[in-house]
């Protein structure tokens, strides 16, 4: 069994910043994906930010220069922080660990951006 424990998530003004973080537990390999994505009301779930074990990094085109994925190996701990953040990127952003081609899911952190 594998568990993704998310935190971070909050409400901020536009142009500030929030930092979200996922630790993951149980059945861990070392090679595996994790990431983050995101669903805002009425839209489908998109892919934010992943970063594979050996360090490549994937972004989403509207994120990328304010967002960065990073990980911790020994912790199996993911974060993302989030900068010069828009109203746009209000959604529940939920972690991701993908390994032998089964994909868990974190619960869901909400990240609120206020105009």
């Known amino acids: 069994q594998v568990q993704l424990v998310e935190s971070g998530g909050g409400l901020v003004q536009a142009g500030g910043s929030l930092r979200l973080s996922c630790a993951a537990s149980?059945?861990?390999?070392?090679?595996?994906?994790m990431g983050w994505y995101r669903q805002a009301p009425g839209k489908q779930r998109e892919l934010v930010a992943r970063?594979?074990?050996?360090?490549?990094?994937n972004y989403l085109d509207s994120v990328k220069g304010r967002f960065t994925i990073s990980r911790d190996l020994a912790k199996n701990t993911v974060y993302l922080q989030m900068n010069s953040l828009k109203p746009e990127d209000t959604a529940v952003y939920y972690c991701?660990?993908?390994?032998?081609?089964?994909?868990?899911w974190g619960q869901g952190t909400q990240g609120t951006v206020s105009s």
């Open positions: 991701n660990l993908l390994q032998i081609y089964i994909d868990y």
């Open positions: 149980g059945s861990i390999y070392r090679l595996n994906t």
């Open positions: 970063m594979f074990s050996g360090g490549s990094t």
